[in-house]
Each structure stands twice: as structure tokens, then as C-alpha cells.
């Protein structure tokens, strides 16, 4: 009665041993961006064991990764279909589906996961963006305050929600959803661009100076530059709308708008008023600092500023 016992116990720990080498080395090279070497390590895997959901489960990560939706689709489908219940196996799966665009399927994903897990965050702030997108923003707006009335400090339901009154035309509570999610998160690069457009959006322009400023110590994008010098040339302030111009330039070649707008600037600061745009230091520069040898009105700058 032992020998079998034994024989069988020989036959088996290699595979399991076997199987959890594979899955390791499949999920360093998918770490290491070898998406195809992972895919080989993952074949082995099933090969050993067919029904094994984790396995199906990086194999849709991996695809999805290397750009094969609708493989990735099948593979957290086929892990869905061996544990229903796996949150990672519907997150997978909304999240290819959103790949390809199936937006409602995508939402359905959702509610199955949040089904089985009521309270994940995730899926509710995940949820409220696609239906963002298909741009029915109340229903966006209700998946947000669920996420608040479990967490009230969660700094991107605060700021969805902002973007999505922003659609409905609300912009006094939209700003008010806004300045919640500054205040959880002053850093929060999406709530200060969303500040900006608010402030562009009523003439603000000093206000979308101050975000893009703000924004850009962030995350240094030649928009933000076009936009910091948009607000600029309507501030009449020609010089620091040629230079952030210039600088959105400089990093996309490709930015007509921000082109045109840099011939207005120019032109703007060949025939601006004395008393007003030319002199924008505003007596903080010293003779022979940058910037100041270029001023057409340095020899009687003190004569404008205090």
C-alpha cells in the first residue's frame, strides 16, 4: 500500500514545483516588459494545470499588455468562468472591455464585481468614469458620492465629480468639488488642470496662470505651456505669452494653435501700450539680469514702476 503512495507523491511535487517556478518567471518578464517570454512561461503552466485561474488571469494581463484585447478578453473570461467571484478577474476584464471600446459591457463588469464586493473603491470610481464617457453624469455622480459617503477624503471621487457638474453646466459646485480634492491632495495634477479650465472657461485668466503655474511644477507638458500662454496674451502680458509659447513649441513641433498664438503675442508686443504689458517685471529685475536687457523700456522703466 506505501509503494504507490510514494510513486504517486513523485509524480506529483515536480508539476506543483514545476508550476510555481513558471508562474514566477512569467511574472518577472511580464515586470520586465518581456510580455512574449512571459506568455511562453504561462503556456507551461496551463499545460501542467488547465483550469488554474491565476494563470489566466496574468495571461490577459500579459496580452492586454502586448495589445492583444481581444485574447486578453478570452483569457479573463475563461479565469472568470473557473471563479466567478474573482474581483481581479472582473477588473481584467472591464478594463479590456474598455480597450475595445464596449463601454456598456464594460459597466456591466462593474456591477457584477460590485455584486460580490459592495464597498471596492476601485470599481465604483472605475465605473463613474466610463459613464463619464458615455456621458450620463448623474449616474457618473452617484457611483462618486457612494465612493465619499465610504470615504469622504478620496481626492478623485472629489475631482470626477467636479468634471462631471462641469458637464452639467454646475460650475459653482463643480469648483466647490474641486477645491474638496485640492484640499485632500494639493498635488492632485487632474484637479488643478480642471481648475484651470474652470477659470478659463469664466475669463479668469490670472487664475489660469496661477493653476498652469501650479500644474507645471507637476508635470511639465507642452498643453500646459500652450494654455499658461494663452492666459498670458489675454492678460496683454506679451512677453511671458512669447516664452511659454515658445516653450510649448520647443517640446511639440507639431502645435498650429499654439503657432498662431505666438504670432499674436508678437505682434501684441511690438505696438503695446507703455503703461501697460511692455515693462512686466514690474521693478523686481536688475540691470543685467536675464531678461532685462531686452526690455525696450529700460532706461525709463523706474519712471512706470514704483
Not at 511690438?270 to 514690474?282: I, K, L, N, P, S
Amino acid at each position: 500500500m506505501n509503494a504507490p503512495r510514494e510513486e504517486a507523491t513523485e509524480r506529483f511535487l515536480p508539476s506543483v514545483d514545476r508550476l510555481e517556478s513558471s508562474m514566477v518567471t512569467a511574472r518577472r518578464a511580464l515586470e520586465r516588459g518581456q510580455t512574449e517570454e512571459a506568455l511562453l512561461h504561462l503556456d507551461v503552466a496551463l499545460r501542467l494545470k488547465p483550469e488554474y485561474d491565476p494563470a489566466w488571469l496574468l495571461r490577459g494581463y500579459a496580452l492586454r499588455r502586448g495589445g492583444d484585447f481581444d485574447a486578453a478578453l478570452q483569457s479573463f473570461a475563461h479565469a472568470l468562468t473557473i471563479n466567478r467571484d474573482s474581483e481581479e478577474g472582473w477588473l481584467g476584464l472591464a478594463t479590456t472591455l474598455h480597450d475595445l471600446g464596449r463601454f456598456k459591457e464594460e459597466v456591466g463588469a462593474y456591477d457584477e464585481l460590485l455584486k460580490r464586493n459592495p464597498r471596492s473603491i476601485e470599481a465604483w470610481i472605475d465605473k463613474g468614469a466610463v459613464l463619464h464617457e458615455l456621458k450620463d453624469y448623474r449616474a457618473a455622480i452617484a457611483c462618486y458620492d457612494h465612493v465619499l459617503s465610504i470615504r469622504p477624503e478620496h481626492a478623485p471621487a472629489w475631482n470626477n465629480k467636479g468634471a462631471a457638474l462641469l458637464r452639467l453646466g454646475d460650475d459653482d459646485a463643480a469648483a466647490r468639488c474641486i477645491d474638496e480634492a485640492l484640499h485632500f491632495d494639493p498635488d492632485f495634477f487632474d484637479a488643478m488642470v480642471n481648475r484651470m479650465f474652470l477659470s478659463q472657461k469664466h475669463g479668469q485668466n490670472g487664475e489660469v496662470v496661477l493653476w498652469a503655474d501650479r500644474a507645471l511644477r507637476i508635470r511639465d507638458t507642452p498643453w500646459l505651456w500652450h494654455l499658461k500662454g494663452l492666459g498670458h496674451l489675454a492678460l496683454l502680458e506679451s512677453t511671458l505669452a512669447i516664452r511659454s509659447l515658445e516653450r510649448a513649441i520647443e517640446m511639440d513641433p507639431s502645435q498650429k494653435e499654439a503657432r498662431a498664438a505666438l504670432r499674436k503675442a508678437k505682434v501684441l508686443r511690438e505696438r503695446v501700450d507703455f503703461y501697460r504689458g511692455v515693462y512686466e517685471c514690474f521693478g523686481t529685475l536688475q540691470p543685467g539680469d536675464p531678461g532685462c536687457a531686452e526690455c525696450e523700456i529700460q532706461s525709463r522703466c523706474r519712471e512706470v514702476t514704483p
